[in-house]
């Protein structure tokens, strides 16, 4: 089936921002094209029959498109037993010419269009750090459930946390998981290994081979690694593998039984504190390592003032290191957990609201490049219990653009910039392709920019409703998710 795409502006940061209509055919970007284009392309002079090969050329996947965005015919589909094409794409004679002046492809031309007035369709987003409980903890969240919500969230890949159980620490497990999404379709699952067998921060896992089964990236996300020395051989392997080191920082000797963020908020409820340093103090270490090693570091939810400069300069010494945060952290601050939420509370802990500016800062900046969730769901069990009993985290992946787009409707940052953070960086990190270009997967967030909703947890694909921002009213919401030119997801609704 060939699908048109029709009347969005269509934003591919660097590349495209602009009103197009995008041609796909077999789960692939077939062109890019002006809204007043037919497709197929070619209009022909029925009276010059031979007017059908000019321009034509025979390389397939040639760019399609000049710079005043028309489409060529290079990239014209060729299909088996179409005998209209020799084997390379040529034209091979003129009967086949049609009274409407295209080429004889009628069955190609059957294009399903989707009317996406008003909508913004950008390269598909990707999260970087997520937690979706399978193998181990199905009552919590499935890959199945988790992968859902990502597309409910508008994110077309996703990469889950190692501290499954058992742990991704061996190709087994990362075959499980692949194995898995790929049975159920929708939303892809790029995992992230583990640093050290069984996250005890000890002995290395064995990262070729979970490399050779799908991850991209490695942690022992949850916990730290502790010891200097293991992280640092961790990096020298991973930079042999051309894989990047993602940072969980924290000190647990600082960060203690802590619960929330240490300052006068914890001190006014009575709750032990995290203070800023349990995080920047790795930060640092970690930083110092890539220096050491070379390795492509990267810091994982970035909470705090500290780490935000940390890097800063980490970057000027020009040392391989990116970071990112996550919305809680550039949205609300450690006054949430006020009355006691037990839904405000994740870790690193929400921070004061001069972090919060300085993670706003570092994501107008540049210093932060990437927007991730953390989504870490908890059932109802681990949530609804005393504030220092209960466990860290919140989900993130349905609420997540939502959130991420008052950045830029109140002006700190651009909305190309957003995509960059959202889409654009982690594609580049992960090794994924994900550009809106002729012949790259059907991959595409489409954007409702000024639809008006609320956040109801109740109606959350995810199975955790730990969530702090229960009853926002959000500006920008995910309208179509589509992987490989299928619809993972389609608000069928005028909103929620
Ligand atoms: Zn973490």
């Known amino acids: ?125 990707i999260d970087m750090h997520v937690h979706l409980r399978e193998p181990g903890q199905e009552y919590k969240e499935t890959i199945e459930t988790g992968l859902k919500a990502a597309a409910r969230g508008g994110f077309t890949a996703v990469c889950p946390m190692p501290n499954t159980n058992p742990v991704n620490d061996n190709a087994q497990i990362t075959a499980f998981m692949v194995n898995r999404a790929k049975s159920l379709g929708g939303t892809r699952l790029y995992p992230v290994g583990a640093i050290t067998r069984g996250l005890k921060g000890e002995n290395l896992a064995e990262y070729g081979d979970m490399k050779q089964a799908g991850i991209v990236a490695i942690t022992d996300d949850g916990r730290p690694v502790e010891n200097a020395r293991v992280m640092r051989r961790a990096m020298e392997y991973a930079r042999g593998l051309g894989i990047p080191v993602i940072s969980h920082a924290e000190d647990l000797s600082l960060a203690g039984d802590g619960s929330m963020n240490e300052g006068i908020v914890a001190t006014r409820l009575g709750i032990k504190g995290i203070p800023n340093a349990a995080e920047s103090t790795v930060v640092m270490r970690d930083i110092a390592l890539a220096e050491l090693t070379g390795a492509r570091l990267h810091i994982a939810h970035v909470s705090c003032e500290e780490s935000v400069d940390a890097i800063r300069q980490g970057k000027k010494r020009g040392v391989n290191v990116t970071a990112e945060t996550a919305p809680h952290y550039f949205t609300i601050t450690d006054e949430a957990v006020a009355e006691y939420d037990t839904n405000a509370k994740m870790n690193p802990p929400l921070r004061t609201e001069q972090d919060r500016l300085a993670v706003i800062e570092g994501l107008s900046d540049g210093t932060l490049d990437i927007i991730a969730t953390d989504h870490a769901p908890h059932s109802l069990l681990e949530k609804d219990v005393e504030f220092d009993r209960a466990a860290f985290g919140i989900v993130g992946l349905e609420t997540a653009l939502g959130l991420s787009l008052q950045l830029v409707n109140n002006g700190s940052l651009t909305f190309d910039e957003l995509i960059e953070k959202m889409s654009k960086k982690p594609a580049a990190l992960l090794n994924i392709n994900n550009d809106i270009v002729p012949g790259n997967p059907a991959d595409l967030t489409i954007i409702d920019p000024d639809a008006f909703w609320s956040v109801n947890p109740e109606t959350f694909f995810s199975k955790g409703r730990n969530t702090p921002f229960a009853g926002y009213h959000l500006r920008g919401e995910v309208y179509m998710t589509m992987v490989q030119g299928t619809i993972a997801y389609h608000r069928t609704d005028g909103g929620q």
């Open 1 to 125: 089936m060939r699908l048109r795409l029709k009347g969005a502006r269509v934003v591919d940061p660097g590349s495209i921002d602009d009103y197009k209509d995008i041609i796909i055919f077999d789960g692939m970007i077939e062109a890019v094209i002006d809204p007043s284009s037919p497709y197929p392309p070619v209009m022909l002079d029925s009276s010059d029959p031979s007017s059908v090969t000019k321009g034509l050329k025979s390389e397939e996947n040639d760019t399609n498109y000049s710079e005043a965005g028309k489409i060529g015919v290079d990239n014209f589909p060729v299909e088996e037993g179409d005998t209209n094409y020799s084997e390379k794409g040529k034209v091979e004679a003129s009967p086949t010419v049609s009274g409407e002046g295209y080429t004889n492809c009628s069955k190609e031309a059957d294009i399903t269009e989707i009317d996406l007035a008003g909508m913004v369709v950008v390269p598909g987003l």
